[in-house]
């Protein structure tokens, strides 16, 4: 089975389904159940993101994403993205590692190849800011080589949109941003075909 590709999704098809989530979300009962990490008092999972890392980014990186982080491998032990209309934290399993409540957010953008998503606070200090990022996809081979398209690197993930689908929603800004994804969506697939895969 192969990777999904950014430059082989179809961008009026996944707009549509991002917003019909977007649209519903908040009437779902939510995801996760008793398997996922413990959540505070009438708080539902929204959506989950498998297999994430935690890193960080400064100024220039968000205003240049093309310089934005390696591709390196995550922990041994699995760490996943859980979100809520709180809240996005970082887990695992049942035990919560890092939360970052989205009222304390100033912007939340998922990166331009989506494979994560930063989660900027005010700016302050050194201005670094944390970000969520798919794991890579493992490739292995006996006989060496280079590995297909797309393994070695980061794992595209569309989910990383809801988390600033939730934060556009607390902020009143979710018309304005269900607006904008069919196109957004369209130009970040289009650049993604005219860039090789590594």
Do not use: C, N
């Not at 082989?8 to 159940?33: C, F, I, K």
């Not at 930063?118 to 794991?135: I, K, Q, T, W, Y």
């Amino acid at each position: 089975m192969g990777v999904q590709l950014a430059g082989e999704l179809d961008p009026a098809a996944e707009a549509e389904r991002l917003v019909q989530w977007a649209a519903s979300y908040r009437a779902s009962g939510g995801t996760g159940g008793w398997l996922g990490p413990r959540r505070e008092a009438g708080e539902q999972w929204q959506a989950v993101v498998r297999a994430v890392i935690r890193d960080e980014i400064d100024q220039p990186q968000l205003t240049d994403p093309a310089r934005l982080i390696g591709h390196r491998r995550g922990p041994k032990i699995i760490q996943h993205a859980w979100l809520s209309p709180q809240r996005v934290i970082l887990a695992q399993g049942r035990r919560v590692l890092e939360a970052w409540p989205l009222a304390s957010l100033s912007d939340v953008r998922a990166l331009d190849d989506l494979t994560g998503v930063v989660l900027a606070a005010e700016p302050g200090g050194d201005d670094r800011f944390p970000a969520l990022l798919s794991d890579v996809v493992p490739w292995y081979s006996k006989w060496g080589g280079r590995p297909p398209p797309g393994y070695g690197l980061r794992r595209v993930d569309l989910d990383w949109l809801k988390v600033e689908a939730v934060f556009a929603d607390q902020r009143g800004r979710l018309a304005g941003w269900t607006r904008e994804l069919p196109s957004r969506l369209a130009d970040l697939v289009r650049r993604a075909q005219d860039v090789p895969v590594q």
